[in-house]
């Protein structure tokens, strides 16, 4: 089956620390995203790419960077993190044509002490 | 005023009932709608998308779109302990040159037996 998935599942870091977070998806689309979910907040976009070449700021894009290596390979990186990065962050997919429908990986959960 | 506003919940009804959740949104030139269910610790799963005004049927779940109001709904018919869940309600939204999607905060279904 067409999928997304990412790795690691779970992490836990120290403050200060690099991270990266990948996904790879197999589904054929060109658009990529990066979301990260907080309880009571629902989801928000850090970063999208709409091909290997365009990479945009969502609109939280403080304090993270990402990386387009190829048309299925999207990655996220915590350059220093931070206890408030803690999150819950999921990567998505959608095609170049169409209504802008979004497939979501199985999500990376976060904690930095 | 948030762009995607739902209703916190949890929203609790007896098995075999009729679940209905609610959601409205401020830009009145958004086409695209979107339903994901998602269950604790796991990702967003795309359940129904509404294009048009008026309803849209797929089993037990019905969505409704009222553009005039702002408004888009979705009912879930007989009701099962397993669509206990939280759902996302996503509203396509044109800013910054791309259609994005912007995501409610989520309302949380509690279906008991």
């Known amino acids: 089956d067409a999928d997304v998935t990412q790795t690691p599942r779970n992490r836990i870091t120290k403050t200060g620390k690099r991270i990266m977070l990948e996904c790879s998806q197999t589904k054929g689309h060109d658009r990529m995203y990066w979301y990260r979910q907080d309880p009571g907040l629902g989801l928000r976009l850090i970063y999208y790419s709409f091909d290997v070449k365009d990479i945009n700021k969502g609109e939280i894009s403080d304090g993270y960077s990402v990386s387009r290596q190829a048309q299925a390979k999207f990655s996220l990186s915590l350059e220093s993190a931070i206890p408030n990065q803690t999150a819950l962050y999921f990567c998505?997919?959608?095609?170049?044509?169409?209504?802008?429908?979004?497939?979501f990986g199985p999500g990376t959960r976060l904690t930095v002490l | 005023q948030k762009e995607v506003e739902q209703n916190s919940g949890p929203l609790s009804v007896p098995e075999g009932a009729i679940a209905s959740l609610n959601c409205t949104y401020s830009d009145r030139v958004s086409q695209s709608f979107f339903w994901y269910r998602q269950y604790s610790g796991k990702s967003p799963e795309l359940i129904m998308s509404?294009?048009?005004?008026g309803d849209k049927e797929d089993g037990r779940f019905t969505a409704q779109l009222n553009k005039a109001s702002q408004y888009v709904s979705l009912l879930i018919r007989d009701s099962q302990p397993s669509d206990s869940a939280t759902y996302l309600c996503?509203?396509?939204?044109?800013?910054?040159?791309?259609?994005?999607?912007?995501f409610g905060a989520g309302t949380r279904l509690a279906v008991h037996p």
């Open positions: 996503a509203v396509s939204l044109f800013s910054g040159g791309y259609n994005k999607l912007i």
């Open positions: 998505a997919t959608s095609p170049t044509k169409g209504t802008n429908e979004q497939f």
């Open positions: 509404i294009y048009s005004n």
